[in-house]
C-alpha cells in the first residue's frame, strides 16, 4: 500500500514536472518566433538600405567616371596652354630683343 501511494506520488510529481517543462518551452518558442520575426524584418529593411545605398555607390562611381575623364582633358588642356605660353615668352623676348637692336640702330643714326 505505502509503495503504491509512492508510485502514485512520484508519476504525479513527474507529469507535473512535465506539465510545466511543457509550458515553459512552449513559451520559449513563442518568444524565438518572435525574435525571429522581428530579425527578419531588420535584415529585409538593411537589405533594401543596402540596395538604396548600392544605387547610389554606383551613381557615385559613375560620376567620378566622367570626372576623372574631364579632369584629365583639363590637365591635357593645361599643358597645352603652357607650351603655348612659354612659346609666346620666347617670342616676346625676341621682339624685345628686336626693338633693343632697332633703337641702337637709330641711336647710332641719330
Same mark, same amino acid.
Given at each position: 500500500?505505502? +509503495?503504491?501511494?509512492?508510485? +502514485?506520488?512520484?508519476?504525479?510529481?513527474?507529469?507535473?514536472?512535465?506539465l510545466v517543462m511543457v509550458f515553459y518551452f512552449r513559451t520559449l518558442l513563442? !518568444? =524565438? !518566433? %518572435?525574435?525571429?520575426?522581428?530579425?527578419? %524584418?531588420?535584415?529585409?529593411? +538593411?537589405?533594401?538600405?543596402?540596395?538604396?545605398?548600392?544605387?547610389?555607390?554606383?551613381?557615385?562611381?559613375?560620376?567620378?567616371?566622367?570626372?576623372?575623364?574631364?579632369?584629365?582633358?583639363? !590637365?591635357?588642356?593645361?599643358?597645352?596652354?603652357?607650351? %603655348?605660353?612659354?612659346?609666346?615668352?620666347? =617670342?616676346?623676348?625676341?621682339? %624685345?630683343?628686336?626693338?633693343?637692336?632697332? =633703337?641702337? !640702330?637709330? =641711336? +647710332?643714326?641719330?
Amino acid at each position: 500500500m505505502i +509503495a503504491d501511494w509512492l508510485i +502514485a506520488t512520484i508519476l504525479f510529481s513527474t507529469c507535473l514536472y512535465l506539465l510545466v517543462m511543457v509550458f515553459y518551452f512552449r513559451t520559449l518558442l513563442r !518568444k =524565438e !518566433k %518572435r525574435s525571429n520575426i522581428v530579425v527578419k %524584418r531588420t535584415l529585409s529593411d +538593411a537589405e533594401v538600405v543596402i540596395r538604396k545605398y548600392q544605387v547610389q555607390l554606383q551613381r557615385s562611381l559613375g560620376n567620378i567616371d566622367i570626372l576623372s575623364d574631364e579632369l584629365k582633358k583639363v !590637365k591635357n588642356d593645361l599643358k597645352s596652354l603652357r607650351t %603655348r605660353n612659354s612659346q609666346y615668352r620666347m =617670342e616676346g623676348d625676341k621682339l %624685345r630683343q628686336h626693338i633693343k637692336d632697332l =633703337e641702337g !640702330k637709330i =641711336e +647710332a643714326l641719330l
